[in-house]
């Protein structure tokens, strides 16, 4: 069993920055990929990034690439999305996930998820 618990959310102004995290609570977590997805009011959830066991390698929706930027660090259990040049419909609750392989993570098979944090981008 793996908690996850996100952190980092918030307003910020159009162009801005934040960077999320998301705790876990197992030592277990080095045998996982790692996610972000996120979900505006009415829309579907989205994926919006992912990364590999060891980090190793990194994957993204085509909506954030280049502008998003996600790492993990093992020893601190913990996972972290960087968020550069942020937009409007960057508006969402964003979701921390946990999953046996990053791509599966692309295709949304996750075993675990966080409870979100929201991120509101004001113009």
């Known amino acids: 069993q793996v908690q996850l618990v996100e952190s980092g959310g918030g307003l910020v102004q159009v162009g801005g920055s934040l960077k999320l995290s998301c705790a876990a609570s197992a030592l277990t977590f080095r045998r996982y990929a790692m996610g972000w997805f996120r979900q505006a009011p009415g829309k579907e959830r989205e994926f919006v990034s992912a990364?590999?066991?060891?980090?190793?390698?990194?994957y993204y929706g085509d909506s954030v690439k280049g502008r998003f930027t996600i790492s993990r660090d093992n020893a601190k259990i913990s996972v972290y999305l960087q968020m550069n040049s942020l937009k409007p419909e960057d508006t969402a609750v964003y979701y921390c996930?946990?999953?046996?392989?990053?791509?599966?993570?692309?295709?949304?098979?996750?075993?675990?998820w966080g409870q979100g944090t929201q991120v509101t981008v004001s113009s």
């Open positions: 990364i590999t066991r060891n980090g190793g390698s990194t």
């Open positions: 996930a946990a999953g046996d392989t990053a791509l599966g993570l692309k295709s949304s098979k996750s075993n675990y």
